[in-house]
């Protein structure tokens, strides 16, 4: 069964949801992991894109956005359709909503920041997994 895992950023914490997005990628591909980072248009996905590749100095993220790359040899991808290929390995959802093919994955991470708008569906989305008995932990981060 899928493990969902919510990160909120707490008060006072710098940054937003889109940079916790890059820590998050980074983690999973040091672990080996192939990363899916769902947004819900073109424009979010250029902008994840722009900051993976600023993300930290000295340091490189292979990734970039679907439809753009070659997806077998791209371990992070940027995915702003509702078609997540093939892969099925770790999700980072930035969307208000729950993606339809959210199931498929391993884990889950939904990504809370200090908007408002975001920490209320963040709440519609727990309930939401919660309701269905997928696994949940959630993580405050500084």
């Given amino acids: 069964m899928t493990q969902v ?16 997005a890059c820590r998050i990628a980074e983690k999973a591909y040091r672990q080996g992991r192939r990363v899916l980072i769902q947004t819900c248009s073109g424009e979010e996905a250029n ?9 930290k100095q000295n340091s490189f993220l292979p990734h970039g956005i679907t439809g753009k790359v070659d997806r077998s040899i791209t371990p992070i991808l940027v995915n702003p359709t509702p078609d997540p290929g093939e892969e099925h390995d770790v999700l980072i959802n930035l969307c208000q909503e729950t993606p339809d093919f959210f199931s498929r994955f391993e884990r889950v991470a939904e990504l809370i920041d200090h908007d408002p708008q975001v920490k ?3 709440r519609q989305r ?8 997928y696994p949940l932990n959630s993580h405050e981060i500084g």
Avoid: N
Wanted: charged share 35%; proline share 0%; hydrophobic share 35%.
């Fill in 47 to 55: 902008h994840m894109d722009r900051l993976l590749w600023t993300y």
């Fill in 126 to 133: 727990f309930r939401f997994y919660r309701d269905r008995g």
């Fill in 120 to 122: 209320l569906t963040g």
């Fill in 5 to 20: 895992d919510f990160y909120i950023l707490k008060e006072g914490a710098k940054g937003d949801r889109y940079q916790l």
